[in-house]
């Protein structure tokens, strides 16, 4: 997941995000610099990586899923579309959390399982009917459909769908991006002289 960075220097917050961006697409370009990389792409927190993102929804990592898009669209200043892949994360998250027992977390979604309860379509379909009066309800005991279906497949969807929201995320994807600019080791860290004039 990333994380500001909390390096000493004179740039302003958008032009050290540059630099690091800058340095990240230098380490991602030379072929011996594969481990740094992945370091500094994690503890510099400057590009949203799809990749990860989909690899933690597979992973069943639904709470480090939506800190890791929290962190680069935060609450107070993101688009539609990303609040929506965030609010896809939480929901799922609380899914999950439920149907394992925890019922804390049935809460959370209790209000859009009661829009779903009165739908005509629920007669159609008994069993999905079920499972809703029991999240509705917030029947732990009668709820087993976490055990009924693989929750692997339900990952690997999940993560399919967190990855076309990502990208048609505007805040996400300007954030994917590299900057275009040489790539030489003298054009991402300037050698510069310590010695300043009096």
Not at 37 to 50: C, P, S, T
Request: hydrophobic share 40%.
């Amino acid at each position: 997941m990333g994380r500001s960075c909390c390096w000493r220097t004179d740039d302003y917050p958008c032009t050290a995000r540059f630099r690091f961006r800058r340095l990240l697409a230098f380490l991602r370009w030379e072929y011996c610099c594969d481990k740094i990389y992945g370091v500094a792409k994690e503890w510099l927190g400057v590009i949203f990586h799809v990749e990860d993102l989909v690899a933690q929804v597979k992973a069943g990592k639904l709470q480090e899923a939506y800190q890791y898009v929290r962190s680069f669209a935060t609450i107070n200043d993101s688009s539609n579309e990303a609040e929506l892949l965030a609010q896809f994360l939480q929901y799922l998250k609380a899914i999950s959390g439920f149907s394992e027992g925890r019922i804390r977390e049935g809460g959370l979604f209790r209000d859009w399982f009661g829009r779903i309860y009165g739908h005509p379509k629920l007669n159609t379909y008994p069993c999905f009917a079920s499972i809703v009066a029991d999240a509705l309800f917030l029947r732990i005991a009668q709820l087993s459909f976490r055990s009924s279906l693989n929750w692997k497949l339900v990952c690997n969807k999940a993560a399919e769908m967190v990855e076309e929201m990502a990208y048609k995320a505007p805040d996400l994807k300007e954030r994917m991006r590299y900057p275009r600019c040489r790539s030489d080791l003298y054009d991402v860290m300037p050698i510069t002289s310590s010695f300043r004039g009096r």
